[in-house]
């Protein structure tokens, strides 16, 4: 019942999560295209770079919108724990096409820095002001939802990257009307290029980790296996042990447990070991063999 009542308000989470994301998508493409046109027009590769990144932004916010419809298709015979790991491949897929942009900006940045040409700064600073405005509205809508959502928190890094490349952009575009540096623009759209790699690292470790069934950040077997033991006189020792997770908010536990005595009730046993587990962690599943 409680693996149940788990689920449902998981679904209504996401549900409210996939909202606020159309939101945040509707804004980003405002503005993207918005870059777009005045990278062109200021002949500034800084903006098109960060337009570039919007872009990479919308897919992001489209794949993650994609992922958590999948997932909310319930459980069935031939998929047992639903489908909740399509935002965990949604993120995956996320970090991957963060690199290739990323190479690209570079490239033009190189060849801007060796070529530089001349920009509209006061333009610049125009739309990149619209910019960051657009972005800081983004990252209020989806700041309650990125630590408990790791598809959330790669739109969220994306968000976050955007903001600092277009106050990067300001800066730029500072400094190009005041000393007519036009070399700052490439050297901005370099720096931008070098925190979206970052960041696509970032993503793709913690969802590469999931992928592979490793233990949750900051929660190991033997950590959890010694707090048990400290919980429960009754256990002698624990085997195959193991947790992973689902996806970011949903764990799944299995142990076998040798047991001192044999005068006990197993049933309440197992009841008090599970409820202690749930209570502590967002564990849905908590499957223990006992030894006698």
């Given at each position: ?20 994301l159309v939101i945040s998508l509707v804004i980003t ?62 993120a995956f897929v996320n970090g991957l096409t963060l ?75 500072v400094l190009i009307i005041l000393k007519n540096w ?111």
């Amino acid at each position: 019942m409680k693996e149940i009542f788990y689920k449902q308000q998981i679904s209504e989470f996401r549900f409210s999560e996939g909202r606020r994301l159309v939101i945040s998508l509707v804004i980003t493409l405002i503005f993207m295209f918005l870059e777009i046109l005045g990278g062109i027009i200021t002949k500034s590769i800084a903006l098109i770079s960060d337009a570039f990144h919007m872009f990479t932004h919308a897919f992001t916010i489209s794949l993650s919108l994609f992922a958590i419809i999948i997932a909310r298709k319930p459980p069935c015979h031939h998929r047992t724990f639903g489908l909740y790991r399509a935002e965990i491949l949604s993120a995956f897929v996320n970090g991957l096409t963060l690199l290739p942009v990323s190479g690209l900006i570079i490239y033009f940045s190189i060849r801007r820095l060796t070529n530089p040409a001349k920009v509209l700064g006061f333009e610049m600073f125009i739309i990149a002001i619209l910019g960051l405005f657009a972005n800081i509205a983004s990252i209020i809508i989806l700041r309650k939802d990125y630590k408990n959502n790791i598809n959330i928190k790669s739109v969220f890094f994306h968000l976050i990257g955007d903001a600092l490349s277009s106050i990067a952009v300001l800066f730029a575009s500072v400094l190009i009307i005041l000393k007519n540096w036009f070399i700052v623009d490439p050297i901005v759209s370099f720096g931008i290029s070098l925190l979206i790699a970052k960041w696509a690292f970032s993503v793709l470790k913690e969802s590469g980790k999931i992928l592979l069934e490793m233990a949750p950040k900051g929660l190991d077997i033997e950590r959890l296996s010694h707090e048990l033991k400290e919980n429960f006189p009754e256990i002698d020792e624990i085997s195959s042990a193991h947790i992973w997770s689902i996806t970011s908010d949903m764990l799944v536990f299995s142990a076998h447990l040798s047991i001192k005595s044999e005068n006990f009730n197993q049933n309440e046993f197992l009841q008090r070991v599970c409820g202690y587990l749930q209570s502590r962690y967002p564990i849905i599943e908590c499957t223990i063999q006992i030894k006698v």
